[in-house]
């Protein structure tokens, strides 16, 4: 099977603390994701976030919904977390979140998703007629929502001490 990587980085105009906080919530993920793939959570609330724990999805890939099952390899609070699948459609998905403080209010967030597509020669055309570029326009999606929700935070948080 052969690995693709994805990796991007995107400087956020709050506090690392802020930020690991806004990833720590796993329904963001839903606000994050571009509505096409129609992306649910179907554990139930709260997800205690940790190593270990186990989170379930639906979305739809074309039309057709795909169930998704991702555990929590590893948890170092405000540092990085590392989400793998067990059970998707990928053949190999792990995706490590990383945060550095680059500032007192600017923290620099790195993804790097290392994945692997099945069905042999069909899934590495599948990845350089569709794949790759799919996946870089979920993640300019979320780059563009997460400055966006993070921002109208920043902004609320001006208000409330203005007042």
Request: charged letters at 30%.
């Amino acid at each position: 099977m052969k690995i693709y990587f994805l990796e991007r980085r995107q400087l956020i105009q709050r506090p690392r603390s802020d930020t690991f906080t806004f990833f720590s919530d796993t329904f963001n993920l839903e606000r994050i994701t571009p509505s096409f793939l129609r992306f649910r959570i179907l554990t139930p609330p709260p997800i205690k976030m940790e190593a270990g724990a186990v989170i379930e999805y639906r979305l739809a890939l074309f039309g057709a919904p795909v169930y998704w099952r991702t555990v929590i390899e590893s948890w170092d609070p405000e540092e990085s977390f590392v989400d793998s699948q067990i059970k998707g459609p990928y053949a190999l998905w792990r995706h490590t979140h990383s945060f550095e403080e680059k500032g007192p209010r600017q923290t620099l967030m790195r993804d790097l998703v290392e994945y692997g597509i099945p069905y042999g020669a069909l899934g590495r055309m599948a990845h350089a007629l569709f794949v790759e570029r799919w996946l870089k326009k979920i993640f300019d999606y979320r780059a563009a929502m997460i400055a966006r929700l993070m921002e109208a935070e920043d902004k609320e948080e001006e208000r409330i001490e203005r007042n």
